[in-house]
Structures are given as structure tokens and as C-alpha cells.
């Protein structure tokens, strides 16, 4: 069994995505016209579907290729990183590299007329108690700390004003920070995020505003802990929609393990919109095993009404397997040459019935 996942955005993909951004030097990318997917028919589906935007190259078309990736098989791409702290600092200048990010992103997501899903994640994915990329002079601070706090509300004012997102989590896995720095640690991140979701709706009052859930950690399955549904509600009245990630692989060995009402936890918060965030499952192992999972995952969308649905990789990382990707280099849907896995037939079948909403 590959090892327990520890959280949201592999660190080696957001190497490549830097790495990407200094090659393309932040103009002089030519974007490809937009596509359009043929789309046959069928009963309608309650969700939109997606992909993250993580490239699988550190070629100067790698992330314009993800973008594709994402339109030619969904209508969202998903947006994931850590605040520019220094940028956003009270006194700070926004840097010439978050505005080339910013206008690229844009340009993409218009080009191939998709919906952007952007994940403000402040958090190291490998230890949720900790911020990530702080610069020196925030070393060792934490979201008491006021220019932490300023930085994070301008950040996200910033996403929300300049992409008018149709979704914006602030905060990624947030029970996990729950569960690593305890409840008056996160009393003071949600007074934050309270701020920064006030802050958003002022320039973007149609973004749907959230922050998102681990749920194998939400049903105790890695942390060995109680449930902690209750976490959800803590942010009332200011919560949007209910979205989880989901990575079943790291806990168990066979998508077959999986009870048929694996996600039924979920159906006790559908007074909101649902959203599955970064869910995949590994073909490291068979490609069959993603191809279940992937079957059980989507079955139970729809069951639960959500409405989005957002697998991890779209392609394998070039790096392949045996590389600080580990368990998850093997979630893309095609493989580091772009070739469809077995899974790859049933998401564009499911992909090609109309949508409902």
C-alpha cells in the first residue's frame, strides 16, 4: 500500500510551474484558439468537471498544454499555490512575475473558455501546521501575526479582483491545520478567512467563496481521530459550498475496498453546493484500480448532486515514477507521453452528456 497522503499540491509540481514561468519570461507565449469538444448525448450530469492546472513539463508549452488538457475533457481548471507573501505585504509591490502569471492564466482560461477554480493555499501540503514559502522577514509567523493577515486578504482581494473566479477557496485542507496546531490556532484562521471572504465578495460578489476539506482525514482515516463534520459549520454563515480532495489510494489498497457508501458523510452537508477538489487515484499499480475508483467517484457525484468534479493530473509528469512525485506522478489520466489510460474512456464519456446546471 503507497504511503499515507499527507495533503494538496505536490512541492515537485509547483517546482515545474516556477521553473515554467522563468522559461516563458512572462510574455510571448502564443496561445492556440480555443477548442471545442464534440459532445454526444446522454442523461444530463449534476457537475462540471475539471482538471488542475499542474503542467507535466517544464517546457515552454506545458502549461498552456494543461489548460488544453483541461478544456479538450471539462469546463474548469484548478488553480492551486501559496501566496506571493512579499508582494502582498502592507508596503509591498506587486512583482512583475505575479502579474505575467496572472495575465497568462487569464488569457489561457479565456482561450479555451474555462471556468477558473482557484485554490488560495497557505499551507505546506506536507505539514498542514505550517505556512508555506514565507519569505525571511515572516520566518516562524503564523495567521496571529497582522502582516501575515494583510497579506492573505490582499492576496486573495487581488485573485478575486483580477480573474473573477466562478470558485475561490481560502484555505486548502483546513481541517488538517485543525488537527496540527489545535483550536485556537484555528479560531484565529477563521477570523481571517472571515476578513478575506468579506474582502473577496467586495470586488466579486458572484465567486463562490470556501474553504476546502481533506476527507479521508474528515472521517478519521488518516489522522485516527473522531469525525470532525462540525469543522464545516464553524464557518457559517460565510461558506459558499462544501468542498472536499480526496485520495482513497493512501489508505486503501483496492478501489474495491471501498463501501459503496464510502461518501455518504457528505450527504449530511447538502445545504450547500458540493464540490470534489484534487481527487484521483494512482495507476502505478493497474490502471484497472483507477479505472474502479474512478467509476465509484463519479457514480457518487452523482448521487450527491455535486457540482464540480476535479480530477488531479490530467497527464503524467515527464519525470515519471521514481521521482519526488512518488505515488502521485501515476494520476494523470494519460500517461507522460499523452496517451488515454484505461480511466481516460469513462471520464469523456461522462464528459461528453450535457450538463444540468
Request: proline share 7%; with cysteine.
Amino acid at each position: 500500500m503507497p504511503r499515507r497522503f499527507r495533503g494538496g499540491t505536490s512541492i515537485a509540481l509547483l517546482v515545474l510551474l516556477t521553473a515554467l514561468i522563468a522559461a516563458c519570461g512572462g510574455g510571448g507565449l502564443k496561445v492556440p484558439g480555443g477548442v471545442t469538444p464534440s459532445r454526444g448525448e446522454g442523461s444530463p450530469r449534476s457537475f462540471l468537471m475539471g482538471f488542475s492546472s499542474l503542467p507535466h513539463d517544464t517546457g515552454e508549452n506545458a502549461y498552456i498544454e494543461a489548460f488544453r488538457d483541461a478544456a479538450l475533457a471539462g469546463e474548469v481548471v484548478f488553480i492551486q499555490r501559496a501566496p506571493p507573501w512579499e508582494d502582498f505585504v502592507p508596503g509591498g509591490t506587486v512583482s512583475s512575475r505575479t502579474e505575467r502569471l496572472t495575465r497568462l492564466e487569464k488569457d489561457l482560461a479565456k482561450a479555451y473558455n474555462l471556468k477558473v477554480f482557484l485554490a488560495l493555499d497557505p499551507t505546506e501540503p506536507s505539514d498542514r501546521g505550517r505556512l508555506a514559502g514565507l519569505p525571511d522577514s515572516l520566518r516562524g509567523k503564523d495567521f496571529a501575526d497582522e502582516n501575515v493577515r494583510a497579506a492573505f486578504i490582499a492576496y486573495a482581494k487581488y485573485l478575486a479582483l483580477n480573474y473573477k473566479p466562478a470558485y475561490l477557496a481560502l484555505g486548502v485542507e483546513v481541517d488538517m491545520f485543525f488537527n496540527r496546531r489545535g483550536d485556537e490556532a484555528f479560531r484565529t484562521f477563521q477570523s481571517l478567512y472571515f476578513q478575506a471572504y468579506d474582502a473577496v465578495k467586495s470586488v466579486s460578489p458572484d465567486t463562490l467563496v470556501f474553504p476546502t476539506f481533506q476527507f479521508e482525514d474528515m472521517i478519521g482515516l488518516l489522522s485516527g481521530t473522531l469525525p470532525a463534520w462540525s469543522l464545516i459549520d464553524r464557518f457559517d454563515p460565510k461558506i459558499d459550498m462544501v468542498a472536499v480532495s480526496s485520495f482513497p489510494g493512501f489508505v486503501l489498497t483496492n478501489a474495491a475496498d471501498m463501501p459503496s457508501d464510502y461518501y455518504a458523510p457528505l450527504q449530511q452537508h447538502m445545504l450547500r453546493p458540493l464540490a470534489f477538489v484534487s481527487t484521483g487515484w494512482t495507476s502505478q499499480v493497474s490502471e484497472n484500480e483507477q479505472a474502479s475508483f474512478l467509476s465509484r467517484a463519479l457514480t457518487s457525484a452523482e448521487s450527491l448532486e455535486a457540482r464540480v468534479f476535479v480530477w488531479y493530473l490530467s497527464r503524467d509528469p515527464s519525470q515519471g515514477p521514481d521521482t519526488s512525485f512518488g505515488p502521485l506522478a501515476q494520476m494523470g489520466l494519460k500517461d507522460m507521453n499523452g496517451q488515454p489510460k484505461v480511466a481516460w474512456s469513462l471520464w469523456r464519456r461522462t464528459f461528453d452528456r450535457p450538463v444540468a446546471q
